[in-house]
């Protein structure tokens, strides 16, 4: 395995991870992509120092010639020379993308010709898919662009606040929901939800002590996204990209109903009492539309992932970088970081979000076979069971995911060791602990709703206002809102990624690296070192490792 110059982490006998040795700088500078070797920050070999309110020097570059790359055990050396990771997972992604966008131009071509024709009125529109409808989503996607960087702003100027609120949101919305079941006679459900509500209130007074720890977190990676406004430029950008891919899926999967007709073929039968009945079927159907919904789920988890990983990459250059005399080995740090996502560790990105896609369809599979009403009992149970399973089994994978892509980002590894390192981070570091007390997601999950909430009433009130001729029996309202809700809650987190991918990236470095933490930020060393000693000894202490 190779190591990637383009990437920054410090660089010493004292760092890297026990797992994994990173080789050091080498003695002569050796320029690397238009960076040099020795231009990396050398944290101290020696435990953290009290932490203060002044520069924590480097030490001395060390003699390492003999090339070990330090005296962990299991240490393996990494080849300094650019390489592209898991190269065949990105050939097969671009294949299967090329595939869709084949298949999406037969399908659309099957589309009604009377859609996207405009009529010069709102109201007279007899077909969903038109120009009205394009502009209705276009306001939904404009409105949550806006809803999430005013959401933005509040929490950077009100970080402390915003926890709090978005704790007792959480109870308010539980409890609410449950009397709403209540009135609706839905007492089972109503009763769930009351008591998840109070034993959620209960909670506050073990988890209040967490709050002065997520608010600092919090303000921190709020600095960072100020220090570096490209990160929300470039969340704006992939959020409009997201969206566009999603409508140009859509209208192919709206079109794959009339073209894939021609290839149904049906049976005639006859029962007992000599009355005749067809049976239907069209295998190639359902293989283009399982085709489709993989291809969605793999792509749209492809684009977000790039997303993580650039955000990830700006986020460590600025925890190894300032404040230190080198200063950032570019002037473009977020695109320097993209560049390195859509290069070196595009493959990577494309193997595990590749994990996260199947997972994702067999779920989908499994759910359509749920929705069939089948009555036959067992199959109905099988089928419950394993929707549950395979949804523990994606939380999990995507859990882990999230943590490795900030390992690719910041070491250029490949995608299955940065797994394995993100396990024994987690597992043997206690960054468990930092990430069970951080509840800055409570935060970006009150956002999502309260996004949503808003986006969906514009819609109805488009829909409401306009009258299109199609919803004339008003069968499409509730869809419609149903699709803005989820859409602008999938936006709102694609906008905020920059935060919490931030927080993530915050974690692993602190655990890689306390040092570089005693450096740029006092306050939140001084705090993790009080509460998660185990966190700050990372590699100070993993000599019997």
Known sequence: MSYNPGYYPPQGGAYPPPQNGYPPPPEQPQSYGGYHANDYYQPQQQPPPPPQETYYPPPRAQDFSSGNGGDFKGAKQYNRQPKFRDLWAAVLFLAQFALFVVMAALFIKSLPSSAFKHSGNLRYTKDFYSWPTMIMWLCVLLVSIVFSLIYLGLMQMFAGQMLVISFWFAVVSMIGTGVYYLAAKIWFAGGIMLIFGVLYALMWFSWRHRIPFSKLVLEVVCHITRRFPSTIAISVAFLVLQAA???????????????????????????????????????????????????????????????????????????????????????????????????????????????????QTLRAIVRAIRSQGDDNLATQLLACCADCILGCIEAIVEFFNKYAYVEIAVYGKPFMQAAKDTWVLIKDRGVDALINDCLIGNVLQMGAFLCAAVVALVAWLYITITKPEYNTTGSYTAPIIIAAFILAMSMFMVLLKCIDSGAATTFVCL???????????????????????????????????
């Open 511 to 545: 655990a890689e690296d306390p040092d570089a933490m005693a450096r740029n930020n006092p306050r939140l060393f001084a705090m993790v070192r009080e509460t998660y000693p185990q966190v700050v000894r990372g590699v100070h202490a993993m000599d019997g490792f």
């Open 245 to 359: 891919y999603s409508a140009f899926w859509s209208l192919a999967f709206a079109g794959s109903f009339k073209h894939m007709e021609q290839y149904q073929s049906c049976t005639t039968h006859t029962d007992r009492n000599g009355r005749q009945y067809q049976s239907c079927s069209n295998v190639k159907q359902i293989l283009a539309w399982v085709f489709m919904v993989f291809s969605f789920y793999w792509t749209s988890s492809v684009i977000l992932n790039v997303l993580h990983t650039t955000i990830s990459g700006t986020f460590a250059t600025f925890y190894f970088f300032e404040g230190s005399p080198q200063g950032y080995p570019t002037r473009h740090v977020t695109l320097s970081s993209l560049k390195r996502a859509m290069t070196n560790s595009f493959g990577s990105i494309c193997f595990g979000s590749l994990v996260v896609a199947i997972i």
